[in-house]
């Protein structure tokens, strides 16, 4: 979707479009609704009459070849208050209704209201984010399917501070989004940690992303870190584990980094502990905790963010197979710390540890927060709707919500404490991977195995289990089954609390 802004004068019929033209509840109608009306003598406002078109949110008339005007379509649309008006939901809902209408060019008269410049940079944001498609192995796409937008235009009082707006955060925003919901759109045999590895190194080499520097660690180099933890999961498949790290210097040189480590299990069968058949196509989205800190590393590159951030990834394939892993199997970590694998489907925080362990170690981080699509119990306990967070501080925990409530990625604290904790000591080791039968508490207990391996450092994990893909997320900025949940969130932390 190519984007603009331009200035509010309707230019009817010099671009072939649909107009879209909000009405606000008590609020003066805009010079474009009035132009517009005055060209097709009444139409407007009589249509907007006869639908009743208020400015109540959600009542809208479309006017099919206005007479008298040359613009294709106008959308006359309700839209509430003004004061609770959300751009970003606004673009992203009309972009929706008319993805596929057969007009190419969108112009939304965001004019006329008193918005902001921020606000024409979001309601693009909306429209890039509702565009959002992943058809590229669909060969059999009728014509009619497929969207015939293009190019959406913002008009507003300022172009050249929206257009500013836009390339200084929202774009880059939109972008980091699209490209973690590819990746976790992509299927397992597309997207496997070899070639996952090389699709982020190909980064250094981007004209955005310039700047942003790629390492990949294979097998045996992870090997002699001690990784056994993160090699014990990826041990069961034909394809080796990898651990990429992204390093973004924008900060001041000698300033310690934040880093952000992501899940990466490129497929999730369970391993020995085979997780059943049905639905189990969904786990080639267990790297969505990764796929969100490409995202935002792309975007926090791509904005020129004055940050020294680090992204971690571990890229592994959990796999049943001779040479897995079995229960009851005993590995060391990174860390020194011994883990007997009761469970092999609770792979995730095998990789974590390691991951977790070698950003503290080779970075010594101000703050390091995780994502990952890590237990089914975070979906019994929250839905679809937040993410939990679990921190061993305060102000990190803060920190987040905020950030939160600045990206419309929601998350929930969830605690962790001693008693907690004690549920994965082990006779045999000095942990388990999971907690005591019965226990129930299995996020907690995920999040309490995670605090073994990050020291004193300030740290925050998010479980994206119900979030990083939709079973009932109905938003229209989430068109697709991937979200890319928590790139948006991770790029507003680095921007609120780590930049200047
Ligand atoms: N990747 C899964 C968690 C998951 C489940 C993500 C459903 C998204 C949707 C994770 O590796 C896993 O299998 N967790 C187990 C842990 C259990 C064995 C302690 C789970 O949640 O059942
Ligand atoms: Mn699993
Ligand atoms: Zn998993």
Known sequence: MKVSFISPEIKDGQIKSIAILPVFKGAKLSNAYKDYDKLSKKRVSSAAKAGGVDGSAGKSVQIVGPEGTKTNRLLVTGCGKLADFNAEKFGAQVTKTMLMSGETTLIIHLDGHDLTPTDAAQAALGAVLAAYRFDKYRTKLAADKKPSLKTVKIAVENPAQARKAWNNFYGPVGEGTNIARDLVMEPANKLYPTSYAARIKKMETQKETMGLKVQILGEAQMAKLGMGALLGVGQGSPRASQLVIMKWSGGKKGTKPVCLVGKGVTFDTGGISLKPGAGMWDMKGDM????????????????????????IVGLVENMPDGKAQNPGDIVTSMSGQTIEVQNTD????????????????????????????LTGAIITCLGHEYAGLFSNSDEISDQMQTAADNSSEAVWRLPLNEAYDKLIDSPNADMKNITVPGAGAGSITAGQFLQRFVGDVPWAHLDIAGTAWKASRTDPREPSWATGFGARLMNRWVADNYEG
Request: a positive charge; hydrophobic letters at 55%; charged letters at 20%.
């Open 346 to 373: 609770a792979e995730g925080r095998l990789v974590l540890a390691d991951a977790l362990w070698y950003a503290k170690e080779k970075f010594k981080p101000k703050a390091m927060v995780n994502l990952a699509t």
């Open 288 to 311: 969505g905790g990764s796929a969100a800190v490409v995202g935002a590393m792309h975007t926090i590159a791509a904005r020129k963010a004055k940050a020294n951030v680090i992204g």
